[in-house]
C-alpha cells in the first residue's frame, strides 16, 4: 500500500478514538435543552434554544468541525471525578492534581413563575485546594456547523453572532481569540471562583458582567428547583438513589413550553460504532411519552403528566387523512408534524458513524402500537393524575372507534424496522391495549362509549394472537405472524395485563427468550441475523427490554432472577446513573444518550421489583 | 509581501473583532488606523497614573490591565475593552492608575485628537456609547 495512504488511514483512525466514550458524559439542561459535559469537562453538545435546535456545540458528531465549549486544567495529568450535587441536575467536575483540586460547576437557571425564560449555561470553577491553573476555550460553531460567525470581544466578555442565533460569553476572566472561537488561561486559588455565563441575546446585546453574588443566586436557585421538584418523589424503596436519578433525567427531557417529552435529547449516536443506525431522537415519540408518563406517575409526579395530556389532547385535535391513523406516531416538542429527514454529510459522525441525520423519516410510518401506549398513559393519568375533560374523551372514543375499524393491518411495529410491514403481535398486543383501557375508563367514570362494539373488538384481537401470534412448535409467542422469530416487545403481555404472568404459555415464551435473546441479563431486541430489517450492521442490547424482562421474572414470581438481573443491569449505567440505548458487548453505552425509554423502564421495574420483594 | 503592509493586515483582523470596531467594513479599519498610534507596554509597567491629565484613549488589542486605586484591583481589563476615555471627555485627571497585568498593545487616540476621532467614526462613538451605559447599569446595580 502507498505509505502515504496508509499514514494518513492511521491518522485518521487515531482521530476517530480522539472521542471520549459515550457514557463518559452527564447532563444538564432547563427543560428547554440540555447540554452533555464530557468528564474532561468539554461540553460537545447543546442545542440552542430548544432540544430539536440546531447544534452550537456537536463535537460529540464530530471532533473537528462539530464545535465545543470546555474548561479543564493547563496542566498535563489530573483526573476527573463527575458527580450531580445530590436530588438536582447541577453537576460538579471534579479535577484531582497532585498539585491542587478544583471544580467546575455545571448548570441551566429555570426561569420562575411567567418572565420569559432565559437560555443560559452557568458554568463557575472553583478552587478547592493547592493551586489550579484552567484554560478555556469556546468554539462555537452554529447550526451544525454550517453556519458562519463573528466573534466580537467586549469589555465584559465575547459575543458570537451568527445568522440564525447569538450568543454571549460574560465572564470577568479576560479572552483572547483562537480561531473564530475564544480562548483564555486563569489560575484558581482555595475558595476562588471564576464565572462564565453563556447566554442566548440579541445580536446587538452588550455583555455584562456577572457579579458573585448573582452566581451564587442563580446557582441556590437552581439547585433548589430540583429538590423541590424531586421531594414530590413517593418513592421510598430500595435503589431510591438511581430511580430518583433516573426521575430527575426524565424531567430534563421534557419541554417546558409544551409539555412534550423527547426520546432522547441528542441525534445520530450510533447503535454501532461505524455504523449507519443513526437517528434524531429529539422528538416526541408518543410511545415514549406515554411510557415516560408512566414512570413519573409511578413515583408520584402528576404535573408532568398533565402537561403532556395537554400536549397530546391538541393532536387529537387535529385533523389527518383517515388511512394514515388519528396520530403520527411522533412529533416536534412544538406540536409540528413536519420532521423531514436530512443527513449532514459534513459531519464524519461519533468515531466516523455516518450518516448524521436530523429529522426523522419514520414519522410517517404505520405503528399500531401507539393507541395502546397513549390508551394506557391517559387511563393512569386518569386514575392518579387529573381526570379526563368531555372533550378529550370525545376525542379519544373517536381514536378507539378508529382502531377497532383498523387494527387488523400489516404495520412497521414498535421497533421501526424499515424492511417492509408486518402483522407485529406486539402491535395488536397493543391495539388489545387501548381498547381494554378505554373500556375501564368508560366503565369506572360512567363516561360514554360504544362498549360493545369495543368489546366485540378487543376479544377478536386477543383470539388472533392466541392463534397466530402463537407458535406452537417453539411455544413462545413470536414477532409477527408469519416468522418463528422471538421478539423482547413481547414481554410487555404480563405487564400490561394481557396474559397471567404464570400462564404456561407466558413462561414457555419467558424461557425461550431467556435462552435465545437474553445474554448475561442483557435482552437483544430480536435476533438481526435472522430477521432482517432493512437495516445495516449490528446492534447491542436494548436497555429497556432488559428492564422489561427484569418486570416479567418478577412478575412470574421469578424474584431472585429478578433480583439479579435488575442489580445487573445497574452495573451498566455509567458514573452518573445514565443510560443510553444501548449496552454493547463489552458493556459500553450505545446509541442516542441519555435515553428516556431505558430510564422510564428503569423506574417501572425497580417501583414494582421493591414491591414484590417486600 | 511588504511586511508594514502585512502587519498592518494582522492589525486590521485583530481591530476588527473589537466590540468597538465590530460595524466597520476592513477598508473603513485601514482608514481610521493613521488617526491612531499603536502603543505597547512590558507586564507591570505603569500604563496611567492616578491623577494624570493628558491620557488620551486607549484600547485594549491585545493583554489585560489592571485598574488599581489606593492598592486595591478594582477591576481587570483586556481586549475589547478601553479606557481614559473619561478624563479626556470631562478634562480632567484621572481617578485611578492603569497598569499592564501582561505585554500590552493598545490603540492611542491623544487626548486633542479624540473629539475628532470620535465625530469622524460615529459608530465606534455608538459602540463607546453602549459600553458606558453598561458600566453605568453595573455601577447603579452595585449601589442597590
Keep these: ?614 | 509581501m511588504d511586511d508594514a503592509l502585512s502587519v498592518d493586515l494582522a492589525l486590521v483582523e485583530s481591530v476588527s473583532r473589537l466590540a468597538l470596531f465590530t460595524d466597520l467594513e476592513y477598508s473603513e479599519i485601514q482608514s481610521l488606523l493613521p488617526m491612531v498610534e499603536e502603543v505597547l507596554f512590558h507586564e507591570g509597567q505603569w500604563v496611567v497614573r492616578r491623577g494624570q491629565t493628558d491620557v488620551g484613549l486607549h484600547i485594549i488589542v491585545d493583554g489585560e490591565v489592571s485598574v488599581v486605586l489606593e492598592g486595591d484591583e478594582l477591576a481587570a481589563l483586556s481586549k475589547g475593552s478601553f479606557f481614559g476615555e473619561i478624563s479626556v471627555l470631562l478634562g480632567e485627571p484621572t481617578v485611578a492608575d492603569i497598569i499592564a497585568r501582561t505585554p500590552l498593545r493598545c490603540l492611542y487616540v491623544s487626548p486633542g485628537d479624540v473629539e475628532q476621532f470620535l465625530l469622524a467614526n460615529p459608530r465606534v462613538m455608538y459602540r463607546m456609547l453602549q459600553t458606558e451605559a453598561r458600566r453605568l447599569q453595573t455601577t447603579d446595580e452595585l449601589r442597590i
Excluded at chain 1, 429527514?341 to 466516523?352: A, K, N, Q, S, V
Excluded at chain 1, 378529550?392 to 424499515?418: F, K, S, Y
Excluded at chain 1, 384481537?461 to 408469519?482: P, S, T
Design chain 1, 1 to 614: 500500500m502507498d505509505p502515504t495512504v496508509q499514514a494518513s488511514e492511521a491518522a485518521q483512525a487515531a482521530s476517530l478514538q480522539n472521542y471520549l466514550p459515550i457514557a463518559e458524559h452527564g447532563i444538564i439542561g432547563d427543560l428547554h435543552s440540555i447540554a452533555l459535559v464530557g468528564t474532561d469537562a468539554r461540553i460537545d453538545w447543546y442545542c440552542c434554544p430548544s432540544f430539536d435546535s440546531p447544534s452550537v456545540f456537536g463535537g460529540i458528531l464530530d471532533r473537528q468541525r462539530g464545535g465545543f465549549y470546555r474548561i479543564a486544567p493547563a496542566i498535563d495529568e489530573w483526573i476527573p471525578k463527575q458527580l450531580y450535587l445530590p436530588d438536582t441536575n447541577v453537576l460538579i467536575t471534579r479535577f484531582l492534581s497532585p498539585g491542587g483540586v478544583a471544580e467546575v460547576q455545571d448548570f441551566m437557571p429555570i426561569q420562575r413563575g411567567a418572565a420569559e425564560h432565559r437560555h443560559r449555561l452557568i458554568r463557575r470553577a472553583l478552587g478547592v485546594r493547592g493551586e489550579m491553573r484552567f484554560r478555556i476555550e469556546v468554539q462555537p460553531r452554529f447550526d451544525y456547523g454550517r453556519d458562519e460567525h463573528e466573534t466580537t470581544f467586549h469589555e465584559n466578555g465575547v459575543l458570537f453572532t451568527s445568522p440564525g442565533l447569538s450568543l454571549a460569553l460574560e465572564t470577568a476572566v479576560p479572552l483572547d481569540f483562537r480561531g473564530s472561537g475564544a480562548y483564555g488561561e486563569f489560575t484558581l486559588l482555595p475558595g476562588d471562583t471564576a464565572t462564565f455565563v453563556l447566554e442566548q441575546v440579541p445580536e446587538t446585546y452588550v455583555p455584562r458582567s456577572y457579579s458573585e453574588a448573582e452566581t451564587r443566586e442563580a446557582f441556590e436557585e437552581t439547585v433548589e428547583y430540583w429538590r423541590r421538584w424531586l421531594s414530590q418523589s413517593r418513592y421510598q424503596g430500595r435503589w431510591r438513589e438511581m430511580l430518583n436519578r433516573s426521575a430527575l433525567t426524565l424531567k430534563l427531557m421534557t419541554y417546558r413550553p409544551t409539555g412534550a417529552i423527547v426520546a432522547a435529547p441528542t441525534t445520530s449516536l450510533p447503535e454501532q460504532i461505524g455504523g449507519a443506525r443513526n437517528w434524531d431522537y429529539r422528538y416526541t415519540w408518543i410511545r415514549d411519552a406515554a411510557f415516560s408518563l408512566y414512570a413519573l406517575l409511578r413515583m408520584g409526579f402528576t404535573e408532568e403528566a398533565s402537561a403532556f395530556m395537554d400536549w397530546l389532547t391538541e393532536r387529537f385535535r387535529e385533523t389527518r387523512p383517515a388511512e394514515a391513523g388519528p396520530l403520527q406516531l411522533m412529533y416536534g416538542i412544538d406540536g409540528r408534524s413536519e420532521l423531514t429527514e436530512e443527513e449532514l454529510l459534513h459531519l464524519e459522525g461519533y468515531r466516523g458513524s455516518a450518516p448524521v441525520r436530523i429529522g426523522n423519516g419514520a414519522a410517517d410510518q404505520l405503528q399500531l402500537d401507539i393507541y395502546g401506549e397513549l390508551m394506557d398513559s391517559v387511563y393512569l393519568s386518569n386514575k392518579y393524575g387529573a381526570p379526563i375533560f368531555h372533550d378529550a374523551w370525545m376525542d379519544l372514543t373517536r381514536i378507539v372507534d378508529w382502531v377497532c375499524e383498523n387494527w387488523d393491518q400489516a404495520d412497521e411495529g414498535i421497533w421501526e424496522v424499515r424492511g417492509g410491514r408486518q402483522n407485529f403481535t406486539y402491535s395488536r398486543l397493543m391495539s388489545w391495549v387501548a381498547i381494554e383501557r378505554a373500556m375501564r375508563i368508560a366503565v369506572q367514570r360512567g363516561l360514554p362509549g360504544d362498549i360493545r362494539r369495543w368489546r366485540s373488538s378487543r376479544d377478536e384481537i386477543y383470539a388472533q394472537i392466541m392463534a397466530k401470534g402463537w407458535h406452537e412448535e417453539r411455544q413462545a409467542f413470536v414477532q409477527h405472524y408469519d416468522t418463528d422469530v422471538l421478539d423482547a416487545g413481547v414481554l410487555l403481555m404480563p405487564l400490561v395485563k394481557f396474559i397471567a404472568p404464570t400462564d404456561p404459555r407466558w413462561l414457555s415464551t419467558l424461557d425461550a427468550i431467556t435462552s435465545e435473546l437474553v445474554s448475561d441479563s442483557l435482552v437483544y431486541r430480536y435476533n438481526i441475523e435472522i430477521s432482517p430489517d432493512g437495516l445495516e450492521g449490528d446492534e447491542g442490547t436494548f436497555s429497556i427490554c432488559s428492564f422489561w424482562y427484569v418486570e416479567a421474572l418478577a412478575r412470574a414470581g421469578r424474584l431472585d432472577e429478578a433480583r439479579l438481573a435488575f442489580e445487573k443491569m445497574l452495573t451498566y449505567a455509567n458514573h452518573l446513573g445514565l443510560y443510553a440505548e444501548e449496552i454493547g458487548l463489552t458493556g459500553e453505552a450505545l446509541g442516542n444518550f441519555p435515553q428516556a425509554f431505558t430510564h422510564l423502564a428503569l423506574i417501572s421495574a425497580g417501583t414494582y421489583l421493591d414491591r414484590a420483594l417486600g
